[in-house]
């Protein structure tokens, strides 16, 4: 879409994009905890020639329903393009593409995105500040995935902590909690540059 230089600086997200050699990052706030990842990167593995997928429009709400948006950067998208969605302990989140999202609720129309797979959405996450290393604090955010878990089958939840604190996570969860999850450290791996 065509902009003048006036709306490109009255709109705070094209003007932080005209800043030459940054990162796009997504960060997802949980509380005190903080996810950083890189869009950059997962717009790099969704161009491989993969297809986006139409995305139901009450998974859309939920998704805007926890993300903000700039009013201002609405008209500058293009609501037909795809946005990238990543899965977090089994649930989605949208990386790329709130304002088009956005758009598409308020026009009615369907809104389409990329979907990364668990490998690749860990790939994307830069760090992790994760404030609390409590067993009783990890049960609690993985009762609430499960709670809002789309999948049916088990769950994959990579948990940054140690094998200590991973296994008393293990005995605070109900067996039926247990038989739903499938829990591992998350391991540090070297990441390519972009």
Known sequence: ?????????????CAARQVVGTTEMFILTEGLDRHFFNVNRAKKLVADG??????????????LAVNEHELAHLPHVDPARP???????GG???LDGI???????????????????????QACIVREDIVSRDPVAIVEKLRRVL??????GPVEAAIDCNSETLEKVRK???????????LRLLQPKLREKD
């Open 147 to 152: 709670r809002t878990a789309m999948q049916i």
């Open 83 to 89: 946005g990238i969605l990543a899965l977090r302990f």
């Open 1 to 13: 879409m065509s902009k003048t230089m006036g709306e490109v600086y009255a709109c705070p997200i």
């Open 92 to 94: 989605l989140i949208l």
């Open 50 to 63: 993969r297809s986006a997928i139409a995305i139901a429009t009450a998974t859309v709400l939920q998704l």
């Open 172 to 182: 605070l969860l109900t067996p039926s909690e247990n038989r739903r999850l499938e």
């Open 99 to 121: 304002h088009r999202a956005v758009r598409c609720m308020r026009e009615g129309k369907v809104f389409s995105a990329y979907m990364l797979d668990h490998e690749e959405s």
